[in-house]
């Protein structure tokens, strides 16, 4: 639930145009208990009385519809700089609305169906709604940071990733290769023991894997998806049962939170 009436938005506190919060509503996946609606991919099957399930996926994004207003009267030069703020972005923005629960928390969103709200001649705030990335707000990122002095590295841990989505996720990595070089592996127990796995890799060589889009660098700028097993490593909801093994120096998983808001 929503109580504070300062935001932000794309970086920029409202109070620098001395704008709040002065109404919100918001349409979502999320039920009077919380629980999010679900969108199934299925078939029927001639002359079977089950369907098959193909899976499922939370839908649809998060919606709020906000009203802005101000203390006093915006002039019509001010509300141009407002509008210019606010409306017409091609990306979406985070949007943080300031409350002491939800200072971790932030709206992907683009502001959409602007309205300026008036009384009588003067202009007072603004109406638009908020359309998100996702069913869901967001963390702001974390990380989960190893980091090794011996040169043959095995270090098993467990990880809860405390999502409020049942799907995976899919991190971020970094990890820097130690003076030897060699290879970097990390298994999920937890996810069917799943491999993800780099081979032969240079001294010092720092390696950035963008596990969502599917992107590999290199600090060589040599290409090396043809040292890689093509596993793109996720975390699980929940529990994670995790090995790292190989030459390495360091490694770095960052990752977001996606969290229900009702």
């Known amino acids: 639930m929503f109580w504070g ?22 349409s979502s996946t999320s039920s009077s208990q919380g629980s999010s609606n679900i969108e199934l991919y ?17 839908t649809p994004v998060l919606e709020l519809d906000l009203e802005f207003t101000a203390p006093n009267e915006i002039v019509a030069p001010e509300a141009e700089i407002i509008q210019k703020w606010l409306f017409g972005h091609n990306r979406y923005k985070k949007l943080n609305i300031m409350q002491d629960d939800m200072q971790d928390v932030y709206f992907n969103c683009i502001l959409r169906n602007p309205q300026i709200v008036r009384a009588g001649s003067i202009i007072t705030g603004f ?75 240079s001294p010092n060589e720092v390696i950035t894997i963008d596990n969502n889009l599917q992107i590999i660098t290199s600090s ?3 290409l090396r998806l043809n040292k890689f097993n093509k596993m793109w490593f996720r975390f699980l909801p929940n529990r994670n049962s995790l090995r790292i093994a190989g030459d390495i120096s360091e490694a770095i998983f960052t990752y977001k939170l996606p969290k229900k808001i009702s």
């Open 220 to 222: 060589t700028t040599t």
């Open 42 to 58: 299925s078939q029927s099957i001639y002359k079977r009385s089950t369907v098959y399930l193909y899976g499922a996926r939370q």
């Open 5 to 26: 009436n300062s935001f932000s938005f794309d970086g920029i506190p409202s109070e620098t145009y001395n704008l709040f919060i002065g109404s919100f509503s918001a």
């Open 127 to 201: 109406k638009c709604t908020a359309t998100c990335d996702s069913p869901f707000a967001w963390t702001y990122d974390k990380t989960l940071t190893k980091t090794y002095s011996e040169p043959d590295v095995v270090d098993n841990f467990t990880f809860d990733f405390l999502s409020d989505d049942n799907d995976y996720f899919y991190p971020i990595i970094q990890f820097t290769m130690n003076t030897f070089g060699g290879d970097f592996v990390v298994r999920n127990f937890t996810d069917n023991d799943r491999i993800f796995r780099f081979t032969a890799l």
